[in-house]
């Protein structure tokens, strides 16, 4: 398996425009998980899918954030609109969640700058 | 409050020289899981060590051991025979089995670097 393929790998956009992050998680993963990187907050989840359901949004900064799974191998992390201090990286990471110990594999990462 | 912390920003070794990495956790729930991740400096995460809350003994993966004292809250991890590839940024995670969220909690971090 390619592993936890992320796009895209850097990302720079304006104040105010639309951005989207896409996530394939490994095949015959049945979590899904978004998690936001930087120096100040270090890594935040921001969303937790399960089975394609999101069962932990708790982490979303703001209405201006919204994740969508429409199916087991796809997933998406919207930002509109976009602000400066929306710059991070943002992970995508998948598992296969059967018990404590199954470790989460992570993508290469999107860094975002909104400028 | 903070579930995991790690105390030292950053850490220097010598090459070849045994490191310890610091980590202590809170939490309430009786079962949980204690992870170690290694962040390169090109980004990816790279799990390293998992312990668990009734694992009697400590986990170790070849040069990487994970010295676990479950009265103390603390899963420090040990690295041995330290190499210039080792200098990167490492962060301790926690997830709890009942009471808590699936998804990883994780410290802050600390970047050690090996130095010749």
């Known amino acids: 398996d390619a592993g936890v393929i992320q796009s895209p790998r850097h990302e720079v956009t304006e104040m105010g425009q639309e951005v989207t992050l896409r996530c394939k998680p490994i095949?015959?993963?049945?979590?899904l998980f978004w998690y936001r990187q930087t120096m100040m907050r270090g890594l935040e989840l921001l969303i937790y899918?399960?089975?394609?359901?999101?069962?932990?949004d708790s982490g979303m900064p703001e209405d201006r954030f919204s994740a969508k799974m429409p199916n087991a191998s796809f997933s998406t992390l919207k930002i509109q609109p976009s602000e400066p201090r929306d710059s991070a990286v943002y992970f995508c990471a998948s598992s296969f969640l059967t018990g404590l110990s199954t470790e989460a594999f992570f993508g290469q990462g999107t860094r975002l700058t909104v400028v | 409050a903070q579930k995991i912390t790690q105390t030292q920003p950053g850490m220097f070794v010598q090459e070849k020289e045994a490191v310890t990495l610091d980590c202590t956790y809170d939490?309430?729930?009786?079962?949980?899981?204690l992870f170690w991740y290694k962040q390169p400096s090109s980004g990816e995460m790279i799990f390293l060590i998992y312990?668990?809350?009734?694992?009697?003994q400590n986990a170790t993966e070849g040069r990487y051991s994970l010295n676990f004292q479950k009265a103390r809250k603390s899963a420090n991890l040990v690295i041995s025979a330290s190499q210039l590839g080792d200098s990167a940024m490492y962060f301790c995670?926690?997830?709890?089995?009942?009471?808590?969220?699936?998804?990883?909690?994780f410290g802050s971090g600390t970047r050690l670097q090996v130095q010749p």
């Open positions: 899918f399960n089975n394609n359901v999101p069962i932990d």
């Open positions: 095949s015959g993963h049945n979590s």
């Open positions: 312990q668990g809350s009734y694992d009697q």
């Open positions: 939490t309430s729930d009786p079962s949980y899981g």
């Open positions: 995670a926690m997830r709890e089995g009942t009471t808590g969220r699936r998804a990883l909690t």
